[in-house]
């Protein structure tokens, strides 16, 4: 009963510590743009460390951990994939974005920076791009909902619901109030939660197996494919497609809005390269902690004999066996963290859809900045309904779509922020092709069932489509390439004082 107390003493002290950073972010949020940009004055650290939490969700600290305890070193390639997925998006993306948001009409969310910088006179582009984050997110949502409540039954012996809804309200609340501020600040803790979590839990278990080398020698003892990139084999077709669908996962990182929204928050262009360099670094102590504690674990619990039914909860089981309860209490934290942080980001692109994106363009007068920040509270909360609505009973497919939609953002989104950063003929006809043609590439080959990662074909067929059909109806605007070449020189050129910047 006692290590109960310790660990729901950490929990709690974990939930206050959220609340009190959405409370602060509360009081320095005045305007729509602080409310959904953070009003573009996110120092490089915030930014870097919010992305790359807001990123990984409890795949991080369960999923990976599980698929290397269970199938070994074969299943890094994605996190591989994904470290040079996030390093190029950081190194290219990043700078041009931050600049050509602002340049293009000081745009606040990826809809409206392709309308404006592609000067959509339809609209379909915005209201197409926003209806498509909007339904994915709020699956995506229900997801983590869904993560929430399993965790805190697993973890705690808990009633599903009971967790799903504390979880759910605690996240809701630091993001209904502090906006983006508060889901960056969080994001923060929770990055710095997971990251240490995640170097605690492996040293202290091959502390306690004897060291290293007793450790290195277990693992090869009893499953010595484990310490092999491609599992012990030749390397044969069905391996090759294996790694090359894990690798692909990085080319989803160019089109996910929670992530890339980040960039656009950067006080300048020039900070990208400070903040590529934290986050960078954070990923792969983060992505090296997972892989190490999988790999660990196959030695712990072959030497304690302790019983593991879900391979996903052996960073869990270890930190509850291993450490005392309140740093363990901690450890769960940071699972709900990995979690938390994830639904708040993605709330918040969910409240930008509604509101900038769908709201303002039916709207025939301009609203006043109360009013939008008003409606985007409202968003927040609207969404958190129906994505808790579909959470109530727990639903496989619902968390399947976890990877399907990292597919379909990624290729539908991919190609076209891509071409709209650095090729000047890029149209706003060539970008609905783009976004139609990946986003149902997705859907058809995931049917197909071939084996490879659908976000590899969507994401090239996308990038032609978008490339082809934009080459068919192109016209020259000078305001665009003005644009395009003011971009630049905000990229290549510091300014005195960026954005929010006193004098």
């Not at 942080?341 to 692109?349: A, D």
Request: charged content about 10%.
């Amino acid at each position: 009963m006692s290590d109960q107390i310790f660990l729901f003493a950490a929990l709690g002290l974990y939930f206050a510590g959220m609340l009190l950073i959405g409370w602060m972010a509360y009081r320095r949020t005045s305007d729509h743009e602080d409310y959904m940009l953070g009003g573009r004055n996110l120092p490089p650290w915030v930014a870097a460390l919010s992305a790359g939490a807001s990123d990984m969700s409890g795949w991080l600290v369960m999923g990976l951990p599980g698929a290397i305890y269970a199938a070994g070193l074969i299943e890094a390639w994605i996190a591989i994939g994904l470290l040079l997925g996030a390093y190029l998006n950081w190194k290219v993306v990043a700078p041009r974005l931050r600049a050509y948001t602002e340049v293009s009409r000081n745009s606040i969310t990826v809809p409206s920076f392709l309308e404006n910088r592609l000067r959509d006179g339809t609209r379909l582009l915005r209201i197409i791009s926003g209806t498509v984050i909007l339904v994915f997110f709020t699956l995506y949502i229900s997801s983590g909902m869904v993560a929430g409540g399993v965790f805190f039954e697993s973890s705690f012996n808990g009633d599903y619901l009971t967790g799903m809804m504390l979880v759910t309200g605690v996240t809701l609340l630091y993001t209904l109030f502090g906006g983006f501020l508060g889901a960056s600040f969080t994001d923060v803790v929770q990055g710095l939660m997971m990251v240490v979590a995640l170097i605690v839990v492996p040293v202290a278990a091959v502390v306690a197996i004897g060291g290293l080398g007793e450790t290195s020698e277990l693992i090869g003892e009893i499953a010595p494919d484990h310490l092999s990139l491609l599992s012990g084999t030749a390397l044969t077709g069905g391996t090759i497609l294996a790694i090359v669908s894990a690798l692909a996962w990085g080319l989803g990182y160019f089109g996910q809005p929670h992530i890339i929204v980040r960039f656009m928050a950067l006080r300048s262009p020039q900070e990208a390269k400070s903040a590529r360099r934290i986050g960078i670094s954070w990923m792969a102590v983060s992505l090296g902690g997972a892989v190490l504690s999988g790999l660990v674990g196959v030695a712990y619990i072959a030497k304690t004999g302790v019983d593991l039914t879900n391979p996903e909860t052996v960073v869990l089981l270890m930190s509850q066996t291993l450490l005392h309860p309140f740093v363990a209490g901690l450890v769960l934290a940071a699972v709900l963290a990995a979690i938390m942080s994830t639904i708040s980001s993605q709330l918040i692109v969910c409240s930008s859809a509604l509101v900038e994106d769908i709201y303002r363009v039916f709207r025939r007068t301009p609203p006043r900045p109360a009013r939008l920040v008003l409606m985007g509270r409202l968003a927040v909360l609207g969404v958190a309904i129906v994505a808790g609505i579909l959470a109530i009973t727990p639903n496989d497919t619902i968390l399947g779509l976890v990877s399907f939609a990292w597919a379909g953002f990624g290729a539908a989104f991919g190609p076209v922020i891509l071409l709209s950063l650095f090729w000047r003929r890029l149209t706003n006809w060539g970008a609905l092709a783009g976004m139609v043609v990946g986003a149902a590439t997705v859907f058809i080959w995931k049917a197909l069932g071939t084996g490879l990662y659908e976000l590899l074909p969507a994401f090239v067929l996308a990038l032609l489509a978008a490339i082809v059909v934009s080459l068919a109806t192109y016209r020259h605007n000078e305001e665009i390439q003005r644009e395009f070449t003011d971009t630049g020189t905000m990229v290549t050129v510091p300014r005195p004082h960026a954005v929010g910047d006193t004098p």
